[in-house]
């Protein structure tokens, strides 16, 4: 496709300007441009590179949402290796290493660059003529896992250096790491979902960075300060570490705002004794403080002691750590009915905070540690990082401790708990009922691949149930014009919109209807399967657990997940009051599956003349093909409509078989 000249450079004007605020606003925390201007900008871009895809760069601000999944990571060699420090854990220590650095070089006093120690995970970044070619781990110091991919999505790592001469290579090495507030939000949602939440904010770091697909890694709040360099080719050095610094600095690359240049241990042990006062204010966990000879000359002659420098050390902070007794366990349900254990502790004190209680997380983490009730255990808090029990102290277990027992009811509506085999989370059956589980189930229930009710947003919704007005899919049709006017930003017009639409999605589907239960696994291909099978709800109800797993595509898990659903009275009854409140769908005749595209994995792209997108991925999915919104190496067909853009290309470079709408057609009809 010709892409018009002035079309290519305002591309490369808005990548420009984008990259330039990205640095202001990431790297030197002083933004020029309001968020709404630089979101215009942003969307500018995005809208050009999808009308022209030749347009797309490496370096695109567009690119940091993510790319396809990968198998696994690829090995990468570092020229130079990446190297662990050596520990100091007490001012002696610290001391010992001075003399013999001062002794090596004949000085009575040295010149160090302090740093604080950032407890992430170290990587290291390589520009080519100023461009981020390639992201790695560093593994065993000497190979790295390839994170490009990932990278890319952290904000605050330049994808292309803010200068009109970059360097030939240049390899800036440093600690990615999660922020205090960006992990307690991350948890916050791990446990609202009932996922496992993160122990502390190295592991969410390091789990983050390391997820095969982007799209994870693009929605953790990654950060990175840079503490270094590997290859570099293009740049006189400077004396000094602390000067070298500031040159990445002016090139966009991030360092850390509480370094400091200090001469002799005297200097040293008090800036140490600041940032142990400090940490917990600053807005990352660290972990001690990095002391490097600041001098190049001087590092060069105290040389390597095995895998680490002569040069540098790394003094450590004491743990913020005490004891406590554990006098009960509290179980909470989640919005999705995630099951999670709290201790509940005798009040202490860590760094600076009273601390009752702590997350258990779940029964396999109590069944690791050991942790009985009366238990005397560890607590270790870090900043404002969830508490956590790291140890039981067993040499003061007495008699009078007690096992923690699974609850076989659920603590908020006594519906049966399930824990299926291999998994680690206990779960709510009585997702229609229960009250901890409202309002994530009637937000599934709206949404547009279920009832598909128009109108009844998240915000509604939460005020209904915090109102009291609705507590079960059921009660929404009953609700009444006047009910809804109530409601914040909803007047006599738009409230009977809502009634209307909510009238309107009593005619649905019976897969739709399946779906908008929210059974656990139970997503539109499986609803779809089971109506298909079934053709009938009260069929569906009495399915034994081996009489599901016959159906295609549905196995233990997933059966057991439908029967102790449909096992529990209160989510039984709900249904009823839907089904009399005149839900309804057209009846389907039962019939065996056609699945002859099972194991094939179909993208649709561009528009479709006889079927809509929605039709044809519909029909696919009955034949037991899935349905994918990306082309990969695994996809099977793409499917290419009318004005087909950057898949189908994609599509063709990967020598992927086309079709347009007549070969699905054939492909249907067979």
């Known amino acids: 496709m010709n892409i018009p000249e002035a079309t290519s450079k305002r591309a490369a004007d808005l990548r420009d300007q984008i990259n330039y605020h990205n640095t202001r606003y990431y790297t030197f925390d002083a933004p020029e441009i309001p968020d709404s201007d630089y979101d215009r900008l942003l969307r500018e871009l995005a809208n050009l590179e999808s009308q022209f895809p030749e347009l797309l760069t490496p370096d695109s601000p567009t ?25 100091a854990m007490d001012a002696q220590e610290f001391r010992d290493f001075n003399h013999r650095v001062c002794e090596k070089l004949g000085l009575d006093k040295i010149v160090y660059a302090a740093e604080p120690k950032l407890d992430g995970l170290a990587v290291s970044l390589r520009y080519e003529k100023g461009v981020l070619v390639r992201a790695a781990t560093r593994g065993d110091g000497s190979n790295g896992e390839n994170i490009t991919r990932n990278v890319r999505t952290i904000n605050t790592i330049p994808l292309k250096l803010t200068t009109k001469n970059p360097p030939a290579i240049l390899e800036v090495r ?34 983050s960075l390391r997820q095969l697909d982007p799209k994870v890694t693009a929605t953790r709040p990654l950060e990175m300060i840079c503490y270094g360099t590997g290859v570099v080719d293009g740049l006189d050095m400077p004396v000094t570490y602390s000067e070298w610094l500031k040159i990445l600095n002016k090139l966009g690359i991030r360092i850390s705002p509480e370094r400091a240049v200090l001469e002799g241990e005297d200097a040293c042990i008090d800036y140490f004794s600041s940032m142990e006062k ?24 105290l040389g390597f002691v095995s895998r ?5 050390i790394a003094s450590k902070f004491v743990a913020q750590e005490v004891m406590t007794e ?40 109590i069944e690791r540690l050991d942790i009985q009730i009366g238990d005397d255990v560890i607590i270790h808090r870090a900043g404002d990082v969830i508490p956590k029990i790291v140890r039981v102290v067993r040499s003061r277990r007495s008699v009078n401790t007690r096992k923690i027992t699974i609850p076989v009811k659920c603590p908020v509506c006594g519906s049966d708990l399930v824990r299926p085999e291999g998994q680690t989370i206990i779960r709510c059956t009585g997702g229609l009922f229960c009250q901890a589980q409202q309002k994530e189930a009637l937000k599934h229930f709206a949404s547009r691949k279920a009832m598909d009710i128009d109108g009844l947003g998240d915000k509604i919704i939460d005020q209904l149930v915090d109102k009291g007005l609705v507590h079960n899919s059921s009660e929404l049709y009953k609700l009444t014009k006047e009910q809804l006017a109530l409601l914040d930003r909803l007047g006599e017009k738009s409230a009977l919109n809502l009634v209307n639409a909510i009238a309107k999605s009593k005619q649905t589907t019976l897969p739709g209807f399946l779906y908008a239960l929210g059974i656990r696994e139970v997503g539109e291909a499986t609803a ?54 005149g839900v309804q769908w057209p009846a389907i005749k039962a019939s065996k599956q056609d699945l002859r595209l099972k194991g094939k994995t179909f993208v649709l792209t561009g528009t479709m003349q006889a079927l809509s997108r929605s039709e044809a991925k519909e029909a696919l999915q009955k034949l037991g093909a899935k349905v994918s919104g990306s082309v990969s190496s695994k996809t099977d067909f793409v499917i290419a409509g009318e004005k087909a853009g950057s898949k189908l290309e994609k599509a063709r470079s990967l020598g992927i078989e086309i079709l347009d709408e007549n070969g699905l057609q054939e492909m249907l009809n067979v």
């Open 528 to 581: 779809l399967s089971l109506a298909s099978h079934y053709g009938n709800l009260d069929k569906i109800v009495d399915a034994t657990e081996e009489d599901l797993e016959q159906i295609e595509d549905i196995g233990p898990v997933v059966a057991a997940n439908i029967t102790y659903f449909f096992k529990q009275t209160h989510n039984r009854e709900v249904i009823d009051e839907l089904l009399n409140c």
């Open 326 to 365: 554990i006098t009960g366990v509290d179980f909470q349900v989640g919005r999705t009915g995630a099951i999670t254990p709290v201790a509940r502790l005798v009040p202490v004190e860590v760094g600076g905070v009273i601390v009752s209680n702590a997350t258990l997380h779940n029964m396999d983490e």
């Open 63 to 87: 690119q940091r949402v993510g790319a396809d999944p990968l198998g696994s990571f690829q090995q990468v060699k570092h020229e130079i290796p990446m190297l662990s420090l050596n520990n």
């Open 174 to 207: 440093g600690e990615v790491f999660m922020p205090l507030a960006g992990f307690m939000s991350l948890n916050d949602r791990a446990m609202k979902e009932g996922t496992k939440p993160f122990a502390n904010p190295r592991n969410a770091a390091a789990g």
């Open 308 to 312: 680490a420098p002569r040069w540098a």
């Open 278 to 301: 400090t940490r917990n204010n600053l807005p990352y966990e660290i972990d001690g403080v990095v002391y490097k000879v600041n001098n190049f000359s001087e590092q060069e002659k």
